[in-house]
């Protein structure tokens, strides 16, 4: 049974499947993928590669495979990648470009996870026998670390100018570009135009048990198929799962709005209170990070005073903490979260 009390602001990744969804899952259509005989997982595949403008996609487990699928598949040993420096693929993703792709990794500092082309054109290697080759851009949108942050799509577009004057493939990690696309109103094959490679996720803010998709032309997919085998993520009758994917964009994606409005909500309450500062304009979409003064307490002990009133976030600095809206928690239930903290903020 679920503890019908417990309000978890740890990530957008701890929702439930609905009963809805479940249903849907349930009455799926499935065969063996690997062989290409699943039509659930062919039609989620080319429901999102059409909405993102892709020619083609594959489905994978997570987003950590997807994004390291793409790195596999493209870059080569000893190549190096420029990325931002609070980016989820060098932070979260357990070492894997070296371990897997044997990638160097060239971490670039951003203004909210944002890159400027400037930086991207002034760090990409000279040519040269002593040189590691420079051969991809990852971007993150929305970023993670810098609490949700949308990339301006004249930014991401200035970025793929200097990638395609230097012959760079452009990768996006776009594990919540559905939260961009809802809250900046910008279609989803626009974001993606910039780019080669794109991996969305669907057990974020849409709310999906398992699964992401990598997209790109069909040569690429047809090489991250094989990279995905090579990885152990082929997947028998993962029609069942592909089906939560389907009904999570047709159910979940403009409600994504809802979780925005939560967070801002949130950001602002918290933000009046002493001893805890939010950068407000990083409160794009569903992500809320912030600062807690020395003096009031550390970021663990903040942690752990929510969560004696069963109120649940991450601590993710010794002074900073991360709060995510999802579709589990109602408006009311973060008001009660903004007393609780209010409450737990007081104390000292
Ligand atoms: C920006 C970003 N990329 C990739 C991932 C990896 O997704 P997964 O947990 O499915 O491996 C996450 C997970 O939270 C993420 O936030």
């Known amino acids: 049974m679920l503890d019908q009390n417990r309000i978890d602001l740890r990530s957008d990744t701890v929702t439930q499947p609905s009963p809805g969804m479940r249903r849907a899952m349930a009455e799926a259509i499935v065969g063996d993928d690997v062989l290409g005989d699943d039509p659930t997982v062919t039609k989620l595949e080319a429901t999102v590669a059409n909405l993102l403008g892709k020619e ?130 910008i279609s989803l094959d626009k974001y993606a135009a910039s780019f080669d490679s794109v991996s969305v996720c669907l057990s974020k803010g849409l709310g999906a048990p398992v699964g992401s998709l990598l997209l790109g032309d069909a040569d690429f997919i047809q090489k991250a198929r094989r990279t995905r085998k090579l990885f152990g993520g082929g997947m028998r009758q993962s029609g069942v799962l592909a089906e939560a994917g389907l009904y999570a964009l047709e159910n979940n994606l403009l409600r994504l709005a809802v979780d925005h409005t939560n967070a801002k909500n949130l950001a602002t309450g918290m933000n009046r209170l002493d001893g805890i500062t939010i950068d407000m304009e990083s409160v794009e979409t569903n992500i809320v990070i912030a600062d807690i003064a020395p003096d009031l307490m550390t970021a663990d002990q903040f942690q752990t005073g929510l969560e004696k009133a069963n109120l649940h976030c991450f601590s993710i600095a010794p002074q900073r903490v991360r709060l995510v809206t999802h579709l589990d928690v109602t408006a009311e239930q973060c008001q009660k979260a903004l007393e609780i903290i209010q409450k737990v903020a007081s104390k000292n």
């Open 56 to 185: 083609a996609a594959v489905f994978v487990p997570s987003g950590t495979m997807s994004n390291q699928i793409a790195l596999y598949a493209i870059g080569q040993r000893g190549d190096e990648i420029l990325c931002e420096t609070g980016c989820h693929i060098v932070n979260y993703e357990a070492g894997a470009p070296a371990a897997l792709a044997g990638l160097m990794i060239h971490l670039l500092d951003g203004k909210r996870g944002v890159l400027a082309p400037e930086t991207i054109a002034n760090n990409i290697r000279p040519i040269d026998i002593h040189c590691p080759k420079t051969t991809i851009v990852a971007l993150e949108n929305t970023n993670n670390r810098a609490g949700g942050t949308i990339y301006p799509l004249e930014t991401i577009q200035a970025i793929e100018k200097v990638a395609r004057d230097n012959n760079l493939w452009m990768h996006l990690d776009g594990a919540r570009l559905w939260n961009a696309h809802v809250a900046a109103n």
